[in-house]
C-alpha cells in the first residue's frame, strides 16, 4: 500500500507549480514547532510571486490585532479587501494564540495556512 504513495519531496515539487493557485485551492501545513512549515509556505509565496501571483504573507496573531485596530479607525472594509484580492494569502503561526471573529471575507484566492495544532 505504501508504495502506491507519492515521496514527500514530490508532492512539494507538485505544488511549486503554482496549479493549486490556479485552481483556487488551499494548503495547510501542519508539524510541530521548528521543522520549516513557515520556511515551506514562505517557498511557496516567493515562487507564486515569480510565477506573477499576487501574494500576501501575515502572521495570523498580527493580523487578528490589526483586524481588530482597523475595526475601531475605520479602516476595516479597506482591508478585508485587500485580504481577499491577492491570488495568494500566506496565513502563518495559525492556531498560535487566541483568536477572536474577525468577520466573513469573501475568499477569491487561495491562501497556505501554517499551524503547529493537529487536527
Known amino acids: 500500500m505504501l508504495a502506491n504513495r507519492p515521496h514527500p519531496e514530490q508532492g512539494f515539487l507538485k505544488l511549486t507549480s ?3 493557485i490556479r485552481e483556487k485551492r488551499n494548503l495547510l501545513i501542519v508539524g510541530p514547532c521548528g521543522i520549516g512549515k ?8 516567493h515562487k507564486a510571486c515569480r510565477e506573477d501571483f499576487s ?3 501575515h502572521r495570523v496573531p498580527r ?6 485596530q482597523a475595526r475601531g479607525n475605520g479602516r476595516y472594509a ?14 502563518d503561526d495559525w492556531g ?9 471575507i469573501s475568499w477569491r ?3 497556505i495556512a501554517t499551524t503547529p495544532v493537529r487536527f
Open 18 to 20: 503554482c496549479d493549486f
Open 38 to 45: 513557515s520556511w515551506l509556505a514562505c517557498a511557496l509565496g
Open 55 to 57: 501574494v500576501l504573507y
Open 63 to 68: 493580523l487578528f490585532s490589526a483586524l481588530a
Open 78 to 91: 479597506k482591508l478585508l479587501r485587500s485580504l481577499s484580492r491577492v491570488d495568494l494569502l500566506v496565513l
Open 96 to 104: 498560535g494564540s487566541s483568536t477572536t471573529n474577525s468577520g466573513a
Open 109 to 111: 484566492s487561495s491562501r
